[in-house]
C-alpha cells in the first residue's frame, strides 16, 4: 500500500471555510477527489483561521507546520494584510518567509500549492472593508506580488479571483454574510486546485 500523503493546508477564512459546512470547505472536498482517484492522502489538520494575516499564520500556524512536518501543504493568504494596510513590503518579506519555510519542511516544489485572493468586492458586504481605497485594485496588486514570489520560487499560483468575482451577478456564489464564498463557489475553487494536485501527487 502506498504511503498516505498527509496533507495540512495554511490560511485564514477562505481556507477554514467561514459560514460553510466542514465537507463544503475546498481542502475537504480536494481530499475527497483525490481519494476518488486513487490518491492516498489524507487532511491532517486545518489550521486555518478567519481574519488571519501573513504575520499570524508565521507565528501561529508554521510552528504547526513544523510539529506535523506534512508531505503536501497549500498556502491561500493576504486578504485581511490588505484589508488592515499592511505594506507591500512587510507583506512580501512575510509571503517569501512562509514560503522558504514551507519549502524547507516539504523539500520540493510540487509538493505546495500556492492560491491568489479571491475579490471580496463583489460580494454584498465587501464594500465595508475598502475603508475608501478600490477593492479590486488592492487585491490585484497584492495577488502581483504573490505571482512575483512564487515566479521566484518556481512554485505554481492557482487562479481563484475571476471565479470570485461571479458572486456579482449569483448570490449563491456568497453565503450568508454577504461577504464569503459558498459552498458551491468553493467547488469551482476546488477543480482547478485538483488539477495541480492531482498531477503533483500522481507521480
Known sequence: MNKIIRYLPLGDSYTIGEMVEEHERWPNILVENLKEKGINIELIENPAVTGYTTNDVIKKQLPIL????????????GVNDWVQGV???????????IIDNMLSILKTCNRIII???P????????????????????????????KEVTDKKKLKMLNVFDISQKGEKDLTYITSDGLHPSGKQYKEWEKRIFEVAYNYLSV
Do not use: W
Not at 87 to 97: A, G
Not at 126 to 131: F, Q, S, V
Open 119 to 146: 475579490d471580496f468586492s463583489k460580494t454584498p458586504e465587501g464594500h465595508k472593508y475598502a475603508k475608501g481605497r478600490n477593492i479590486t485594485e488592492g487585491i490585484s496588486h497584492f495577488n502581483s506580488i504573490i
Open 66 to 77: 513544523y510539529q506535523y512536518k506534512p508531505d503536501f501543504s497549500s498556502l491561500l493568504i
Open 87 to 97: 505594506s507591500d513590503i512587510i507583506f512580501r518579506n512575510n509571503l517569501v518567509y
Open 115 to 117: 492560491i491568489n485572493i
